[in-house]
């Protein structure tokens, strides 16, 4: 039996909606989960430090848990660093980019928003697939730190102020145009676990879209008539830097499967 996991690595516990995904449709799959706690958070950091710092932590991770595919489940490290880590691990790797292109097939308006890191927004990657995907829309982005720290402060246990969604949210539609938008790409994968509070904060009829469905897919189609377990295992989450604020997320990530934390 092939007991190697799928390895999922993120800064925080964004990856978190892709690995819940993906156990959907892969339920006994061995799965680490790998948060970069002590480089936390990606999203203001500086594209240098994160081309340096993700390929080699990923190698050590490699070298650990001998995964047969890693996700790189985080926009920000995959819009910087997926080419580097492809080059430097002879293993299949799947990466996490702003869904654009299944935001524009749903628009009516022909407007959408794209939210993510400021790290994310401002990348040539996304440039590029705003010009082959949605060459007929208006794209507005914005980028949010407080957003990614409300979504780890939810999965915390944590009460967060629903007044600051919507003043997130208005930073794209204060924009010129953007009260056309209907549609808005959670171009984070932290930003899935409060989609119900942003969609609260939204005008009506906003919709909000991300990749996680799309990658648990490609996830599936990479790993098609490989053995997994008759039953599920222990998820292992690790961390970077374990501490008293990653031990209180162990009842949060039980519920993903993750009942064993790790230091790397």
């Not at 914005?142 to 969604?165: C, F, I, N, Q, W």
């Not at 994968?189 to 005008?203: G, Q």
């Not at 989450?237 to 031990?247: E, G, K, L, P, Q």
Request: net charge positive; proline share 6%; aromatic share 6%.
């Amino acid at each position: 039996m092939d007991t190697r996991p799928i390895l999922f690595f993120d800064s925080g516990v964004g990856g978190l909606s892709v690995l819940g995904a993906t156990r959907a449709l892969l339920p006994t799959a061995p799965f680490v989960y790998a948060a970069d706690s002590a480089g936390f958070p990606y999203g203001t950091k500086s594209e240098a430090e994160i081309a340096v710092r993700v390929p080699a932590l990923l190698g050590r991770l490699a070298e650990r848990y001998r995964p047969r595919l890693i996700v790189i489940a985080c926009n920000t490290a995959s819009t910087i660093a997926l080419a580097d880590v492809r080059a430097a691990l002879d293993l299949p790797i799947v990466g996490t980019v702003p869904a654009i292109k299944p935001a524009v097939a749903i628009s009516r308006t022909r407007a959408i928003g794209v939210l993510g890191t400021d790290a994310t927004v401002r990348q040539p990657y996304v440039d590029d697939l705003a010009q082959r995907f949605a060459g007929d829309c208006l794209v507005l982005r914005h980028g949010s730190a407080e957003l990614v720290r409300l979504a780890e402060a939810k999965l915390h246990g944590k009460a967060t102020d629903p007044a600051r969604y919507g003043a997130i949210l208005q930073g794209l539609f204060g924009q010129p145009g953007g009260a056309r938008v209907d549609t808005i790409v959670n171009a984070c994968t932290h930003f899935p676990l409060v989609v119900d509070e942003l969609a609260a904060a939204a005008p009506a009829g906003v919709r909000f879209v991300d990749g996680s469905a799309g990658i648990a897919r490609r996830i599936a189609h990479l790993t098609a008539n490989q053995q997994w377990p008759d039953a599920p295992g222990q998820g292992i989450a690790v961390f970077t830097r374990r501490d008293a604020d990653s031990n209180a997320l162990a009842p949060a990530l039980a519920r993903f499967g993750l009942d064993r934390i790790e230091s790397l």
